[in-house]
């Protein structure tokens, strides 16, 4: 054997030893066990929960506005006074009012005198009819047919001016009370017991009427918080859960260290729409619905419009098997063993069901559940899998790229730094 012929077969055995080494490592590369964290399906109380944030309003609330135009010339109370029913607020100029309040009365008065005035004409013109009417029945020789007519119209003309005078006087008094009315509105009292939580104005401003805009004519705002709502938009996807009696856990900004415990007295029936922008930049349209939650016990100093976030007791469930939610991922029916498919290979591809990865000798196996209600961290489950069957539980990247049926190990403890090894 030649010397390039002996070198040609060292270089072809190491050739294969060395893909044989690759292959092997490879290989061995293949099955090695994705690391996972586990957890166990174990019996827990799970509290379903909706969301919502919203704001606090009272029950009752008054928005004081102006009827009349005029400038203010008095105001008697301060944002955040407590005022009494009947308490005086605010004064708007009345000397307008009291003038056509007094010309009123002048004209009335005038009308009043007209009114005796045609009342004795016609009393004195019946009497004359009267009279004329007998004289012409028992002596007519003695009163002549044209004397007779004259008396009658006399008397009709007398009747046609005293309604007339009766009608001016009923005008006449009809605008002097809306003259009351009208000199009454420049002195705004409150309509309830409450606290004033808006004043809009200043002493010289002109109050105007709210003919074309509320807001202009708001005045001031009066509310009762004797009762406090927590007003709070709920998703259309969730406000089918609720019901009028569900518990509330409320939480208020402006108190963090405390939690308020409130009922949903009221759900609307309509909803309100709102639009909202996309990532693409189109707009859509956000649906939601106004819950109000009745406070059990408000803080004394609370105060409109703070904001609120209200956690919604929807459903409990005690000692039900139970599932970290990051456990819980969607496989294609296709890729879902042991499972009655449907014929048509297309329609495996569009049908998901949801599972989790059960662990037996560390092999992780997709296996489908059916749940219940959410909890925060835990999903209950109904069927699918038992209590003490262990299941992967994380991490989320890991689950979602895991393949059924992987050799799966626990996860090293995280170092001191918090990273992972």
Known sequence: MSRRTKFGLIALIVVVVVGGLFFLTAANRGKRAVEVRFDTVKAQDLVATVTASGRIEPQTKVDISADITGRITQIAVKEGDWVKKGQFLLQIDPAVYEATLARSE???????????QAKANYDQAERTVRRANDLAKSSPDLISTEAVEQAQTSFEVSKANLNSANAQVAQNRATLQDARDQLAKTRLISPLDGRVTRLNVEVGEVAVPGTFSRETALLMTVSDLSVILAKVQVDETDVVRLELGDSVRVTIDAFPDTAFIGRVTEISNSAQLSATSTASGSSD???????EITLANPPADIRPDLSATAKIITDTRTQVPSVPI?????RQHGDVPNEDMPADSAAKKMTDTEGVFVVRGGVATFTPVKVGIAGEEFFEVVSGVQNGDSIVAGTYQTIRDLKDSARVRAMKAPAPGGEQK
Not at 285 to 291: G, L
């Open 326 to 330: 990051i456990a819980l991922t969607v």
């Open 285 to 291: 349209r956000a649906v939601d619905f106004d819950v």
């Open 106 to 116: 002048a004209l009335l008065a005038a009308s009043t005198a007209a009114q005796v």
